[in-house]
C-alpha cells in the first residue's frame, strides 16, 4: 500500500548532525564564540519595493472592489510577462506562456517528477543537492551519477557511453559553487539531445552570475528548447526563501513520446496546485522593476563581497578552494589528512567557525567542505579574522 | 519515459465548455442579461484583521530585525498552534505536531498520493469533485466508484463487499452539498479500519456546518485516527481562494506497512516542499482570532443566506433540490425529460442564469445541476426574480 521508495528512504541528518555538534561544542564551552556560515539561507531583508507591493495587494483583498479570488494556477500574467521581459534583457527569449509560476524551485523540482514514468534513468552531480536524489529514491528510480572533482573543477561534462532519461545540472551549483562555461553547457545539451533525455536545469543561484561570459540560463544556448526545464526561484535572487516564489520555463518545443511536456506540466499544475498567492505574486513582480532589481543587485554584491572577503582570507590561510565569485558558496578542500567531518570538528573547536561538510552533499564531497556568503558583513570579517588566528 | 497515466488523462473541458456557451450566448443576445452561479469561488473580500497581520508581516519582511528566511516545511507553530486551537473549539483533539501547513487543499490532494503506491485501489464517490480521479488517473490508479443518488440523498454508504486502500469522502460535498451525520461517517470509519484503507476526508467547506448535531470533522469520530486524513483549506472558510493557504492532519496513530503515515507525509514536505509564506501563514493565523473568526463566519452566514435566498425560489418554481443549508451549494433536480446540459442551456437562454452541469462531476450527476450560492446579494436576488418568471 505505501510506495517501497517511501519504505527505503533514509532520513536526512545532515543539518540535524551539525546542531547537535553545536550545541554540544556550547554547552561544554559556553563562553566560547561561535560564527555560522553553515546554512544556505538569505539574511537581507527583502527590497522596499517588494514590500510596499506585497502591502497593497494586501489591501487590495480586503476591498470587494479590488479582491481576487482564484488566479489561474500558472500564475498571474503581469508575473509571467516580468519574468519574460527578465530573460530578454539577459537575451533570451522566453514566451510567458512557456512560463509557470509556483511557489519556489524545491516544490517544482520535486513535483515535475510526476510526469515521468519510475523506471527513467536519473543522471545526478555527486556532489549534490540532496532533494534530487531524495525525490528520485521516493519514486523507486534508478540513479547513476556524474563525479565533480577538484581535477575537473566540480564541472563535470557528459559520459558518452552512459544512457540517461533525466539529467540534473545545477549552475551555479550548490554545494560546490562552480558554473558551467557555454562550451561546457552545449556539450550537456547535445549529449541531451542525442539521447532523448531532459535536462532539469536548477537556475536557484542565477543571479550570482557576474561574469558575461557565464551563462546563466541554460535556455541561451542553442538546442536547449528541445532538451532542458529550467527551474529557478526568486529565494537566492531577491531574497524569498521565507516568502515562497519561483518559476519553472518548459520550453514550447519539448516533447517526448509525443506528448508536449508544456502542455503535461500544464496539465500537473491545474490538477494539483491552485497557483500562488497573489500578494506573493505581486511582491515577485516588483522585484523585476528598476527599482527592485537595484535593491536586488546590491543585495547579490554584498553577499558576493561577503565571499570575495571570506575567500580572501581562505587564500591567505593556504585553502584552495571553488565558487565565491558567482556565486555564495565557497566550495574548500579540507587540509590533507582531514576528513570533512574531521575538519568540521577542528574548525568549530579551534576556530569558532561552523561550516557544512561536503560529505554531507555525496560521496565526491568527502574531504571537502561548503561555507555559504549568506551572512551579515560583520560576522564574515570575524570568521575571516578567526581563520586567520 | 513519459508517465502512462499522463499519456492518458484527458483534458477538462467542463469550465471552458460552460465559458464557450455563455459567450455563444452573449454574441448572439448582447442585450440579455446573465447572472453567474457556475463557479465555486468566493466574492467576499479577506477579513480585516487578516489583510491588517498580512500588511504588518510584509512591513517585518522589509527589515533586517524582523526579516524571516526558510520557515518550518510542515508551517510555524503559531500557526499550527492556532488550528489545533481551532479543532479544540469544536471539541476535536488535535495535536499541533499532526498539523502540516500548506497552500492548499487541492495540492495537499494531489500530493499525499505520493505515499501510496500505484497499485492501490481508489474508492471515489460519483459524483465528484474530478481532482480525486485525475490525480489517481495520473498515477494509473485502479478506481471504484460509490454512487450518490436522490434516493440516498447523495450521502452513500459503504458497500462492505468492496475491498478499497484509499477512500475519498467529502462532507460537506462539492458538489452536492450534502452532509454526512455522525452515524454515516462512523460506517465509513469503522469500514476503513476493517479493510486498512485511509480515507482522505475533504473538510473544504466544513465552515458551512452549522447545524451542530453535523460533524465537521471526520477526527471526532472514534476510530479515525487510525484511518483518516483531514484535508482542509481556508479558501471557503476565510476567503483565502485567491491567497492560498490550507492545512492537512495526519493522527500520529496512522499506520499503514509499518510506516508512520505523519513521519513519510513530512518527509515529502520537507523533501518536495518550502513551506508557506509568512506573510500568508500571519494572515492565516488571524483568521483564528476572535476578530478574524466573527469577520469569517458573517461571510459565511452571507453565502448561506444567499443559499437559502435562491433555495427558496428553487423550492417556488418546483424544483427538488439537497444541499443549501450547510453547504453554499443546492444541487439541484433537473426537470422530468432533461440531461444536466440540456438544463443548462434552457436556463441560459430562458432565464439567463449559469450553472454547472451536474454530468460533469461525473454519470452520477446527470440529471442534476449546481448553482453555488458563492455570489453578492443583487446577483442572488435577481437570479431568484428570473427563476420565478
Redesign the interface.
Known sequence: ????G??N?Q??YLFSEIGARVRAFQAAHPEREIVRMGIG????????A??AA??KA??E????AT?????DEQGYAFLREAVAGYYADKGVRVDPDEIFIS??A??D???VL?????D?TVLIPNPTYP?YV??NV?AGRKILFYEGSGENGFTPLPDESVHA?IIYICSPNNPTGAVYTREALERWVAYANRE?A?ILFDAAYEAFVRDPALPSSILGIPGARTCAIEVCSLSKTA?F?????GYTVVPQELT??G?SLRR?WL??Q???????????QR?AEAVFTPEGLRESRENIAYYLENAAIFGAALKKAGFSFVGGENSPYLWTKCPEGYKSWEFFDWLLSERGIVGTPGAGFGTAGEGWFRFTAFADRKSILRAAELLGK
Chains 1, 2 share one sequence.
Open positions: 500500500m505505501i510506495r517501497t517511501f519504505q528512504i532520513e536526512s539561507d538569505v539574511t537581507r531583508p527583502l527590497p522596499k517588494v514590500t506585497m502591502e494586501s489591501r483583498m480586503g476591498d470587494a479582491f481576487r479570488g482564484y488566479g511557489d519556489g524545491k516544490s523540482l520535486g513535483n510526476d510526469l515521468f514514468s519510475d527513467c532533494v531524495d525525490t521516493m532519461d532523448g531532459v531574497g526563501t521565507g516568502t515562497r516564489c517526448r513520446d506528448c503535461l496539465r500537473r491545474t490538477t494539483k496546485f491552485n497557483g500562488v498567492s497573489y500578494i506573493v511582491g
